[in-house]
């Protein structure tokens, strides 16, 4: 993925959330991909998604590359 492609997602991330974020909460990940809080979390807590915690049973923290890299057609430009 090129560098490019990563400031224009910093972009689309500011569009929604008003600021540019590269760590993300579950609450902001499930918004900029129109999915369910519990379903991000539940795929943090699997592993399927990748995300730190900075203590365990605490808050998840997912970086925003991983908007394109779990859901890549995110990327595609029509």
């Not at 807590?45 to 915690?53: K, R, S, V």
């Amino acid at each position: 993925m090129n560098h490019t492609k990563y400031r224009e997602l910093l972009d689309d991330v500011q569009d929604v959330l008003g600021e540019r974020k590269r760590e993300l909460t579950v609450q902001e990940f499930a918004l900029l991909t129109n999915r369910h809080e519990r379903t991000i979390w539940s795929w943090c807590a699997t592993g399927e998604l990748p995300a730190t915690q900075r203590r365990k049973g605490g808050p998840y923290s997912i970086n925003y590359r991983q908007l394109l890299d779990f859901f890549p057609t995110l990327g595609a430009t029509a």
